[in-house]
């Protein structure tokens, strides 16, 4: 497989552009950026988009004692900063010590989720673009989709 691009100037409004064309043998596909972001295509099951991954996140308060095992407050800090809260039983939020009502918040631990996108903005960041509600069915108040910083995902 090989990769190549083109820069050219003032196309798409007079927006810088660049084209990537990628040669895996099998298939030629030309990628056009335009404006300030560059994006990977990518389908479920191909490559690493759509495997099971892990997000950070921080669980930041006990809820409930039921349901057993009880339930906490996990927050998720996407790219832009925004801070997104998720409900659910203790268990769902993966962590390297046990949380309970009385543990000593917050507890660095992870979400599970399915990688979709990732993309390179034009400030040299790297984002992430994951699914929650994938494979555990986690929302934050119905949105399942974020964008997160690259460092944020692991695995």
């Known amino acids: 497989m090989f990769a190549s691009f083109d820069r050219s100037l003032g196309v798409g409004g007079g927006s ?3 084209v990537f064309v ?9 990628i056009a950026v335009n ?24 669980v930041v308060r006990w809820v409930a004692d039921e349901p057993l095992p009880g ?3 996990a927050q998720l800090t996407d790219s832009g900063g925004r801070v997104w809260s998720f409900t659910d039983k203790e268990p ?11 543990s000593r918040f917050p507890v660095a631990a992870v979400i ?7 993309e390179l903005l034009a400030d040299g960041r790297e984002v992430v673009t994951v699914d929650t ?3 555990d069915g986690l929302d934050s ?6 964008h997160v910083p690259a460092s944020a995902v692991s695995g």
């Open 16 to 18: 810088p552009s660049v």
């Open 22 to 30: 990628v040669d895996s043998g099998r298939r030629r596909q030309a």
């Open 35 to 58: 404006r300030s972001r560059l994006t990977w295509p990518g389908r479920a099951g191909s490559g690493h988009y759509g495997r099971v991954a892990e997000v950070a996140c921080q």
């Open 71 to 73: 339930l906490v407050e």
């Open 92 to 102: 769902i939020f993966l962590s390297q010590e046990v949380v309970g009502r009385l």
């Open 112 to 118: 599970r989720c399915q990688v979709i996108g990732h």
């Open 133 to 135: 509600g994938r494979p």
């Open 141 to 146: 108040g119905g949105v399942t989709t974020f």
